[in-house]
């Protein structure tokens, strides 16, 4: 998934990497339980409360933080495994976000049945929704 978003680099960086943002853009997320001062960095392992009817905690282990330019994690939120990484690059104006996912959900025998039926297509619509609460966020800036 891609977005253009008419801020800059440092502006929407600081939205997806501030927990205080964070609530405010994700349409999923409802509070940080235990982020550090300095999230994100590799071999955290941050909580968040989400508004998900049946699992509430999604647990955030940032991997790769290349500041500005790249944010690499995996999150767990119940039987689903997301490798998430976003890719900030600053075209002639604003700036271009660049999503990666790759979802697995971890039930033997039917985890791939219910990717391919279910929970992708759901997931997908999922991060849309975010993408579009994060370009309101930063161009209302």
């Given at each position: 998934?891609?977005?253009e ?13 501030n927990?205080?943002e ?8 409802v ?84 990717e ?26």
């Open positions: 998934m891609s977005i978003i008419e801020a800059t680099v440092d502006r929407v960086w600081r939205a997806l990497c927990p205080d964070v609530v405010r853009w994700d349409v999923a997320v509070e940080a339980l235990d982020a550090p001062a300095d999230y994100p960095r590799p071999g955290q392992h941050v909580r968040w409360r989400c508004r998900t009817r049946l699992w509430r905690i999604l647990h955030d282990r940032p991997r790769e933080v290349i500041e500005g330019e790249k944010l690499r994690s995996l999150l767990a939120l119940g039987f689903s495994r997301l490798d998430e990484t976003y890719m900030l690059t600053a075209p002639a104006a604003g700036c271009r976000l660049d999503l990666d996912l790759e979802l697995k959900v971890a039930l033997p025998l039917l985890g791939g049945v219910i391919r039926l279910y929970a992708g297509a759901d997931t997908r619509r999922g991060f849309e929704a975010s993408l579009a609460g994060l370009k309101r966020h930063c161009e209302a800036a």
